[in-house]
T-cell receptor, first 117, second 114 residues
Framework: AQSVTQLGSHVSVSEGALVLLRCNYSSSVPPYLFWYVQYPNQGLQLLLK??????LVKGINGFEAEFKKSETSFHLTKPSAHMSDAAEYFCAVSVGNYGGSQGNLIFGKGTKLSVKP | DAGVIQSPRHEVTEMGQEVTLRCKPISGHDYLFWYRQTMMRGLELLIYFNNNVPIDDSGMPEDRFSAKMPNASFSTLKIQPSEPRDSAVYFCASSSILFAGELFFGEGSRLTVL
């Protein structure tokens, strides 16, 4: 069965510092992997997705993630944090029978990112 | 496009009352999902539909929960009778196989059961 583990429920960085949010997955088939962001009182918004093409995926707002099969990881990074990046971030893996494109996702518990001025 | 539309945004009710949450997916999307978000359990998939047909309802907590999708532009999630432990934010999301698994979420319905 597919699963996702996010290491660290809360990460705090200073403005301008590197952001690194960790995600490890478990999947018996080649996965589709996603990072979503949730701002307070809002729904989830897609940051980026890996669908078996390039292993380094670039997303919105300067975020990127690298798929590493040997480490079963899909960590999210951003070189320089901005105050507006403060939000909760969710890693997700797809399940389903159609090469992962079916869309029913399993989400991690989330990592809340705080950015200090 | 207007995105996924959910109503109500907030609902406060008393234990034992019936609650109905509504969702309008993005036009043209053929998958619809209901998720529940709580501090303790995170995001849980309750049920999803494909072309208005329920495909997997194994996440529905118990018989008090039911979901319907009478047409491609409308779905409901009903809780009857409601209990305090049902308090959560309920999200509806839609997708299409064309988007390779990307879900488009509504803003959620925050339910408080007293």
């Amino acid at each position: 069965a597919q699963s996702v583990t996010q290491l660290g429920s809360h990460v705090s960085v200073s403005e301008g510092a590197l952001v690194l949010l960790r995600c490890n997955y478990s999947s018996s088939v080649p996965p589709y992997l996603f990072w979503y962001v949730q701002y307070p009182n809002q729904g989830l918004q897609l940051l980026l997705k890996y669908t078996s093409a390039a292993t380094l995926v670039k997303g919105i707002n300067g975020f990127e993630a690298e798929f590493k099969k040997s480490e079963t990881s899909f960590h999210l990074t951003k070189p320089s944090a901005h105050m507006s990046d403060a939000a909760e971030y969710f890693c997700a893996v797809s399940v389903g029978n159609y090469g992962g494109s079916q869309g029913n996702l399993i989400f991690g518990k989330g990592t809340k990112l705080s950015v200090k001025p | 496009d207007a995105g996924v539309i959910q109503s109500p945004r907030h609902e406060v009710t008393e234990m034992g009352q019936e609650v109905t949450l509504r969702c309008k997916p993005i036009s043209g999307h053929d998958y619809l999902f209901w998720y529940r978000q709580t501090m303790m359990r995170g995001l849980e998939l309750l049920i999803y539909f494909n072309n208005n047909v329920p495909i997997d309802d194994s996440g529905m907590p118990e018989d008090r929960f039911s979901a319907k999708m009478p047409n491609a532009s409308f779905s409901t999630l009903k809780i009857q009778p409601s209990e305090p432990r049902d308090s959560a934010v309920y999200f509806c999301a839609s997708s299409s196989i064309l988007f390779a698994g990307e879900l488009f979420f509504g803003e959620g319905s925050r339910l408080t059961v007293l």
